[in-house]
């Protein structure tokens, strides 16, 4: 008899029909083979105690802290461990117990419904000469010859972006923006290159993103987070995809000391109301993509917890982006020159994807296709 521990599976279900395991066992014991812990802040005590007890009871867990059982103060942090069963029966259980049990219930539910997209490459383009990165730089029939490249190498999506958003670019005026992007946008428009790849338009000014939307774009990456609803508007119009990013501050100020009460809690609340936005304006979840903005108005620690814990993120039922290609976070870690900072951003993005994101934006498309095919292997 041999015996070895199990690496993390990706689709439980097919792992036990592999296994021959009976239909009806299989819906039972896939449930019990995942496993969920939440963090829950600021629950009042009462409510820590019954959802102690409660957790007990079906053998999940509640790891809170010594004096909630005296209830020495109003409210606790704790955290919930359980496997999907459980968490599926203490979201029943809680819709009818008071002291805001109710609300944990509910968002509980919005876990489990969590969706699972395919994973997508994001190729990056710049038709500026002042992105961080040189060698995303184009121009005119150069930019064309890349588009066509990237796409030969497997990028799904390639995003257009005539201004640079790098921590303390410089704006510039709308007619000089759509002047940098329109030589690239009718070239895409004439060969039909958006049958081969869909194409996103890195831009926040209503102009500029209207003539992307014109020629064939079918995605707005916004750095903005649906701020201006003309943007919203358009990608109803248009029938196209919304990328809501997540920035504090602008790209001018965003590094200049950003921060947080809590990182996690802040970006969460920012989507849930850019969400509700959106939807009162027409669109649907499946049009739109979040970003958490990895180097937006964040620091190294930031970052680090809004990619640990970015399966927090799935619940919101739309598609994850992450974008940290060749950024300083790496150089935070380990001093390196941006022309070397390839394996650290393959890091991030592997993790990433490990932990939800379903689409990887990225300067080094080969690259990013094999790491990613063997780490899709590897699941």
Known sequence: MNIYQLGDILDN???LEALGVEREGIEIMSKKMELFCFYLKDLKTPAVNILKQDALS????????????TCEKPLYDCILIGTKKHIEILSRKELAQPFGLKNVAKELKKFLSAKTYPLQIMGIINTNDDSFFEGSRFVAQDALLKCQKIIDEGASIIDIGPVSSRPGSQEVSEEEELARVKPLCDAIKAEKLYEKAAFSIDSYTPFVVEYALQSGFALINDITGADNDELVRLALKYNAKLCIMHMQGTPQIMQ???????VMT????????????????????????LDVGIGFGKTLEHNLVLLKNLGHFKKFGC????????????????????????PGTLAIHLKAAENGASIIRCHDVVEHRQALKVFEAMR
């Not at 598609?319 to 390839?342: C, F, H, N, V």
């Open 319 to 342: 598609e994850l982006l992450i974008g940290a290609s060749r950024k300083s976070m790496i150089d935070k870690i380990i001093p390196t020159p941006i022309p070397e900072r390839l």
């Open 13 to 15: 279900k097919a792992a």
């Open 266 to 289: 802040e970006v969460s609340d920012f989507f849930e109301a850019r969400i509700a936005k959106c939807e009162a304006l027409g669109l649907n979840r499946e049009q739109l993509i």
């Open 58 to 69: 079906i053998g999940a867990e509640l790891a809170a802290p010594s004096g909630v059982i």
């Open 256 to 262: 200049k000391n950003p921060h947080y009460e809590d």
